[in-house]
């Protein structure tokens, strides 16, 4: 088998233009499985020239411990698409979550990629037991046991909360899930009174309960929360809950079942879109001026890709980036901005946000002075001009 012609090495316009001409209705979903897989590479190759034929893009992760994936295929196919999973033992059943808010265009091409785990946890899985999992809550559930006073935790990174979270929920600051899921394990612990290590410990807590509060884990499509529920179980937790298929999937059921939301503004996501609105509910503000708002963007800069909370008026002022000192080699001709880039590494890979905002905006205030003063940012530009 010729295994080169098994991916797509279209440039990103190309294919942009060849999904606008294609005019069918496409379909997002997810899913996910933790399932022992064997011989992940002819897996991979085999899944490719199936779903390729079926039309399918997106983003998926296969390695021994499983399969994860984000995928958009046009509606049509959507029955025989499910076909040829549950003909794999392996995938047989498994449980999608379609968007909620989609256009179909979430995905450019069908990547498919053999990795070490299906999600990048940093965790020692041999150290504990994976498989012993948190309760599943559906939707009304968890919405019942927040009301009843259950704590609730964001598993997903720390950027994701930014722009949408369940009301009151604690979110993590660590940049990493291995240092979030140890930061919920020192908060827990040092919760007065409540912690779960403490036992029936009811002096000085009137009106508290003898036991530790039910902890609520939830993240974008339940999959972190299945790693995360059982490492929180190993270190002494034991009651733990996860909300079942995520936010996604919550979303999917509020819909359905006329339920109130309590998460509040808009859910991340990992294609095109950025991010999915449940509520319209603005809980964040503009990382650049302060005022409401939850547009999310990259910075345009190809070298900077910084991820911001950024307002329209922001956008326009700043031309899609981050700062004055972006927007300059934004703004560049082409082939200058090309020379100016040779060299430096691009972030496009890498996701990482601003976690500075007041920082931001001294550097944006001090850029704006310079800049005032000298003409530029980037005195080194006058090299590159011929
Ligand atoms: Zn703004
Ligand atoms: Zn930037």
Known sequence: MDTHRLRNLDRPDILRAKLEREGVQRTTLSFYRYVRLKE???????????????????????????INAQVSLPTANLAAFRAHLDRREAFADVPWKIAVEDDGKSFLKLAIKVKKKIVADGL??????????????????FNRKMEEGALVVD???????????????????????????????DM????????????????????????????LLYCTGGIRCEKASAY???EGFTNVAQLHGGIIDYARQLKAEG????????????????????????????MQCGTKSDRISNCHEATCNMLLVQCEACAAKYADCCSPSCREIHQLPIEQQRAWRKGRSTRSTKTKAVNDPEGLRRRIREEEELLALNGTLHPELTTLIP
């Open 40 to 66: 992940v590479e002819t897996l991979r190759h085999e899944l490719y020239q199936e779903w390729v034929a079926l039309g399918v893009l997106g983003r998926v992760y296969i390695s021994q411990e499983g």
């Open 124 to 141: 020692a899985d041999d150290a504990f037991d994976v498989t012993d999992v948190g309760e599943h809550l559906d939707a009304a559930t």
């Open 155 to 185: 598993m997903r990174n720390n950027y994701e909360c930014l722009i949408g979270h369940f009301e009151g929920a604690y979110l993590p600051k660590a940049d990493t899930f291995r240092g979030a899921i140890e930061e919920v394990v």
């Open 188 to 215: 827990l612990r040092s919760r007065p009174a409540q912690g779960p290590d403490q036992g029936a410990r009811s002096v000085d807590t009137p009106g508290r309960p003898d036991t530790a509060p039910e902890i």
């Open 232 to 234: 929180l179980k190993h």
């Open 259 to 286: 339920l109130e939301s309590k998460y509040k503004g808009q859910n991340f996501v990992f294609d095109e879109r950025l991010a999915e609105r449940i509520t319209d509910d603005v809980v964040s503000t503009c």
